[in-house]
């Protein structure tokens, strides 16, 4: 059996989707692609097979785990006809991701602009924790085009966004030296506007948040709550992860990692409690959609000025504003962005990571030209440090949106007719999974719906 | 809209519950007060800006919120038609009293009986982790009165515990300088008889065990089990957090965490084995209401003396009796107190918290009489420790009994009429949550039903 | 009330099972032996008592346990009308067999073949680690028989398999001194083929894959991803939770945890891909149960020669491979053992633990003979170390098949005719738990549904 999918026309009567050749066929040399440059170009880094760095950074690796797999991965299954495709597929793109960003991140870092004499990639556990973070950025743009692009469109789009992600990782960190220990700019906000600038391109018409399945059920919005809370409690490692780096810590002078951790603690209280106000007073009841994301704002917001001495204070600020503005833009912001320039964004990663993440870079540019004497240290710019942490966040919004629309593009381009989804299709397991049961008085399997209700609504 | 909650007649047309002005405003200056508060009075504890102290207790205070947020906060999502409230306002009253714990247990520790020189509460992780624990006791207090109150009723009675937690800790280990390292006492009993006592004064007729809403579903039962295996898990780390104190095992001079973890496993394992034996004596069948609780009474129980060398058969042995207990309390204790004095208790707190808690206080001064000679290092009254156990268990219960019934009382007397619920909307996520479907053969959203099944049998 | 399950007639009018007595009963005198065997033969291996101590196995303990209670609990909760027991039963399962560990594992490394001096089994965090170890090939055996066995059964089956599982964990590692850090051979080849073996003997016709009864819901089969993403973050732990023993550390010179993490991450990663790969490409869609349980075999197939240094390359080649060979055990091997040989393999554990089980002990094999000479110092038997290797399997094998074979055969013959399932009882949570809803068109509480489908077809 090949592809068949079948032209929109009224009454299609198979609607199947194959992904042997759709999905299969394009992945096995991607892997074994993989399996090639892994042997020719990764080695163990030696130097860190101790005990020390074990301690210092593998735990880190296990909650970092846990944000992408169990923290994305659960909080994507809130559409209730999407729970499979959500925590799987980010699972395997995550994975997929997290091999190729070993190579090109670790490239870039080690090889490119390194100093690694042999030409090989030195694997440790900051290099996994790098690839962690770039598959949460990715994950952060599968959260702008969730339930609207076949598996292999997601694919494609996520392994073009690690090349980019690499690059202006270095732009941030090695070239600008800007501040951003969390990756509020690096990771929030270049994944959150990565994946808008795809949906923009890729999602037309009838895929938004008036699509009959795009909403939740009370199961799934309970296991959409597990990725909630794990996030939630996991952000601090996130934002703390890499802040006890010995050389980093050498240059202080103090103990950057123990400020990362109060601060996204404090964020996150002060995040979580603003938000459940806000959605009191938006809505006169609680919004589940808001609990399930603003109250994880303040992770994001603090994340680039998390290693800073900003304060208990300034940290619970940070949180309740972040709070308060992402819960402002599910309720306002969105719906107007999608009204107007039709940006459909199924996770409202604008809402908890583009924002946020602008709000945490310019938070960290406050931070930098208040100059706080006791942060002198890892402001390496001295008194000009604001200047370059508006820079990062410049390039980092500039790279995210040129990347994301021509990735999208190239795509859309790439994809076959019968490899797009129709609306009708959309936000709907049993399209890719065996054994899913069509919805009452729906008919997905075997083509359109004879009472006319096929999922579309807009 | 304004908040219109019409009175009890028998044939209501609309029974909407407005949380704008009933919690957003009274929300509002809170999180004003608290950003003031942290802004004047809270640093950080830059002494312990180290990497030692982040490896001593960052794991600790991760897996405290794991037991908070993940293991309080979907154990109670067992109820049916309420686990958005359960797992949410868990999550929303956590966080608010954490905020409030670091400025109030701080204050007491280091300011009021403390030594902070500048009269500023220094931020660190020992402080955040007690946080945690405040935060554990209002969760068991929550489960008392869990369904039967609204948001602000519940936070209100949930901040008002908060300064009595943290006085009733400065009795416990500061003056009476009682062994109580994983709280049985001073979390468990305290939280249990506090929200019990509220429950008494605030849950009238028609709120008990035969609520029709008052019971589990298939679904529901699944996602309270993984609230209670996670608590299972990570009980040794609540029980062990604190135990590494650099000073304390300097006054001791044998490694006390090493005995909390291990005797804690093994009572946690003894109570598992003993709760399904019991539930099947019992019933016939498993109960999921005992397998959810019963087997984690073990962590309750081991609490006062975990850190004593009790031996793992004494360890085994508390195990053991403390699922029996909680599970003959399920069976035989809950129903008589219910029918007898009105104690309406949604969790079985008095089962899981307040029995086994006081199990676990007689335990610690029967093992302090028993003098075991290598633990005398931390008795610091000697022969008299027993003494002093007793009189920290008899203090914590009145306090949390008196003041519970107290704060339950100002929360009654500062209720308007219509921020009570009344039995029909109880054990409801729809009255306070947006997009809940009502039951089959249900209208709470638009009155009582028709049918006169309105989810009230008592 | 005693039992009453009468004989399988066509229209029986209770079919009313009562553990009372057949669970209950025999379960208290074995709590009582627990109680006093630990109170004569164990003491705290106070030695380790030290924060050294906790710090370097304390988190792997944690990890073990999560992989334990929550991965294997939740994985096994597929089953759309088996999840209370599948969690329940392995929380108590789980529980009795780490006691039970404690005392025979214990006793077999320290008394037996050891050099405890007093006799007593002295308790640290590595023998509780090797406890959990125990328990999870309990769990894969329990796989086997998912739904099948009464839970006394059950419990029987897993504390026969604690000795064998102990003797041969001492030929492996002791006697034939081979390499084996991860189990892949001593944990889950040991713990497939013991199930396998029994349920061979005990699970008859009409309960296998046809049975109406043997399959997920939508929810189920989510509960079930919660399983297999916590298996697959925590896998590294597994594997490298007793690589930093500081003795093997010694003999080395290398630090092996590090190898041992970094491998199993990335055989993990790549087993991910190809399971998604060769899914898609045998189906033409995502199978859920190829995506929970094959993404994980990289992580058992890796397990015997984590420690080596095999290379980033080499990780992921296994990875892939066991991937694939996973999926095509789940897609083309388990049908057709169940059509030649009768067996009948709830979880399919054959091809997630088995097979991949035994390839990691060859892929040891292998990589000793290859010899590479950094790793010669964990070589005990230098050029030699394959042919160990290989008889290490091969007993491994043997003593699992014939244990396995042997245990069930006595369960069969000690189970009097009323404790046995028939078919009928199958696959049913409320067969032994309380208020457990029918399926509709159903009613096996109150005997044999009068339409004729009482959940068998084969």
Redesign the interface.
Known sequence: ?DEVLLPLTGHRKTM?????GA??AP??PI?VV??GL???F???N?S????A????Y??F???V??MV??GF??LM?FLRRY??SA??LN??TS??V??EA?LVVGAVQQVVWGSAAAGKIE???PL?IDAGFCAAAAMISFGAVLGKLS?TQLTFLLLLEVPLYAINQHLVFDTFKALDIGGSMSIHAFGAYYGLAASLVLCGPGSGSSHLKNG?S??S???A??GT??L???W??FNGALA?NPAA?ATGG??F???C??NT??A???A???T???S??Y??????VH?QNA?LAGGVAIGSAANM?I????A??VG?LAGVLSTTGYKYIAPTLEAKIALRDTCGVHNLHGMPGVLGGLAAAAASALAFSANEPILRHGKQQWLYQLLALAVTLAIALVGGALAGTLVRLCSPARHTLGPELMYEDGV??????AEEGEDWHGGAATNGTNGISM
Chains 1, 2, 3 share one sequence.
């Not at 760095?53 to 210092?56: A, D, G, I, L, P």
């Not at 809505?283 to 589940?288: E, R």
């Not at 304060?311 to 300034?314: D, H, K, M, Q, R």
């Open positions: 059996m199947e989707w194959n992904l042997r999905f299969a992945l096995a892997i993989l399996l892994f042997a020719v990764t080695k163990y030696d860190n097979a101790t005990d760095h074990v301690q210092r593998y735990v690796y296990t909650h785990s846990i797999f169990v991965g659960f299954t729970s499979y925590v799987g699972f395997f994975c997929l997290m091999l070993i694997v440790d556990l996994l598996p939740a009370y199961t919005d309970m296991t709550m597990i809370i794990f939630w409690i996991f601090p490692s006890s810590v103090v103990q990692q123990f400020h951790i109060i603690i404090i996150l209280l002060g979580c409690v603003s459940f106000a806000a009191a007073a809505d006169g009841k609680f919004n589940m609990i109250t001495k304060l208990p204070g300034g619970l600020l309740v890719f999974w065996e054994e899913v049961e």
